[in-house]
C-alpha cells in the first residue's frame, strides 16, 4: 500500500492548517524564498496557546515542519516527512512576532533532510529548532 501512495501526486488545495489560506481556523503561514531558504513571519494569537501566553508546543512543532517541507518541496521536489525532531530552548509568547527559517541540508535519489528554526525577530532570541527527514515523490 504504502509504495503505491508515494506513487501519487501531491495537490494542494489551499486548505493546508499550515499555509493553507482558504483554512478558516488555520496558521495562514506565508512563505517566501531567498538564498536556498523558505522564511515565515507572523504572531500567534491566544487560539494557539498550550499554557497561559505560551504558544503550544505542538502548534511550533507544526510551524517548523512546514517550513521545512516548504524548503524541500521548493529546492527539491514533492515529499512528505518521515521522522520529525524539535529540540525547544525557550516559550514562544501570544502575540510574539517571530521569524521561521528552513533549509535543505542534504539530498539524495528518494530522500532529503531538511534543517529550521524559530527566532524573535526583535532580539533574535532562539525559540525552538528542527530536523526533518522526507521522502521524495520521483
Not at 492548517?17 to 495562514?28: E, Q, R, T, V
Not at 500567534?44 to 515542519?65: C, K, M, P, S, Y
Not at 518521515?82 to 521561521?100: C, S
Not at 528518494?110 to 529550521?116: D, E, G, N, Y
Request: proline share 2%; with cysteine.
Amino acid at each position: 500500500m504504502a509504495g503505491k501512495e508515494l506513487n501519487k501526486k501531491l495537490s494542494d488545495d489551499r486548505y493546508c492548517f499550515a499555509c493553507g489560506p482558504l483554512n478558516p481556523i488555520g496558521l495562514h503561514m506565508e512563505v517566501w524564498f531567498r538564498d536556498n531558504k523558505a522564511f515565515s513571519r507572523f504572531a500567534l494569537e491566544r487560539e494557539f496557546q498550550g499554557w497561559n501566553d505560551i504558544v503550544h508546543g505542538g502548534v511550533v512543532a507544526t510551524i517548523l515542519d512546514e517550513i521545512m517541507a516548504h524548503a524541500v518541496m521548493h529546492y527539491v521536489g514533492q515529499a512528505v516527512t518521515t521522522l520529525l525532531q524539535i529540540t525547544y530552548r525557550a516559550p514562544l509568547h501570544v502575540g510574539e512576532k517571530f521569524e521561521v527559517i528552513g533549509y535543505v541540508v542534504e539530498q539524495k535519489s528518494r530522500a532529503a533532510v531538511a534543517k529550521a528554526e524559530i527566532r524573535i525577530l526583535h532580539s533574535n532570541k532562539l525559540i525552538a529548532r528542527g530536523e526533518s527527514r522526507f521522502i521524495l515523490f520521483r
